[in-house]
């Protein structure tokens, strides 16, 4: 029930196109759903986050969908750059303690 | 405003051995959680700190274990090292509640 499931395990995108990753989670309790951006020799670094009161919150290039009665939620990346090619991990938390974290999405932006 | 520092960036220790590693937090932040990345297992949950205090534990054995000092500083011990147990370690830093977790740019232990 503390399992985060995140798909795709791998994803390939041209560059300007939209890169979308996908996660559900189980454990209704989990109240903070934060996307994480992994670079090779890198800490996780939040890029967005989102609580389950709102159903989608932007940031620049970034949104996150939140489904909160099919328990998914997604990210997506609009004009997709090569500068974003990274890992990304999904997370969900309850009261922002003890993250639990997808196995990620290794994205490629082709040039 | 200095991030978080994990010392040292680079581990190489025998099987068996116990080895310590170490995370400043940012200044301020009175929680810090632990981390293991593996590419097999992906990031899992080891244990976060608050205020020197142990508030949450992840699903490892016994071996793992950690503490946190009054200035928030952290430390994670493993004891009678495994094979396995070589991964990046993380440490994440946080003010609590649903403030951003900033992470460090990890320890990587690598066990022979």
């Known amino acids: 029930q503390q399992q985060v499931k995140q798909s795709p395990q791998s994803l390939i995108v041209q560059k300007g196109g939209i890169s979308i990753i996908n996660c559900a989670y189980e454990n209704t309790a989990f109240d903070y759903f934060p996307w994480y951006q992994q670079f090779p020799g890198k800490g996780p670094a939040l890029l967005i986050a989102i609580r389950p009161d709102v159903s989608e919150k932007k940031e620049g290039r970034f949104t996150i969908s939140f489904n909160k009665s099919a328990k998914q939620f997604s990210l997506h990346i609009m004009d997709s750059q090569p500068g974003d090619s990274a890992t990304y991990f999904c997370?969900?938390?309850?009261?922002?303690?003890?993250?639990?974290f997808g196995p990620g999405t290794r994205l490629s932006v082709l040039p | 405003k200095a991030g978080v520092t994990q010392t040292p960036r680079y581990l190489i220790k025998t099987r068996g051995q116990q080895v310590t590693l170490s995370c400043s937090p940012i200044s301020g932040h009175r929680s810090v959680s632990w981390y293991q990345q593996t590419p097999g297992q992906g990031l899992q949950f080891l244990f976060e700190?608050?205020?020197?205090?142990?508030?949450n534990k992840g699903n490892f054995p016994g071996r793992f274990s950690g503490r946190q000092f009054s200035n928030s500083r952290s430390e994670m011990n493993v004891s009678t090292l495994e094979l396995g147990d070589s991964a990046l370690y993380l440490c994440a830093s946080a003010g609590g509640g649903f403030t951003e977790a900033f992470f460090g740019q990890g320890t990587r232990l690598t066990v022979v």
């Open positions: 997370a969900a938390s309850i009261e922002g303690q003890n993250f639990v």
């Open positions: 700190y608050f205020s020197e205090t142990q508030r």
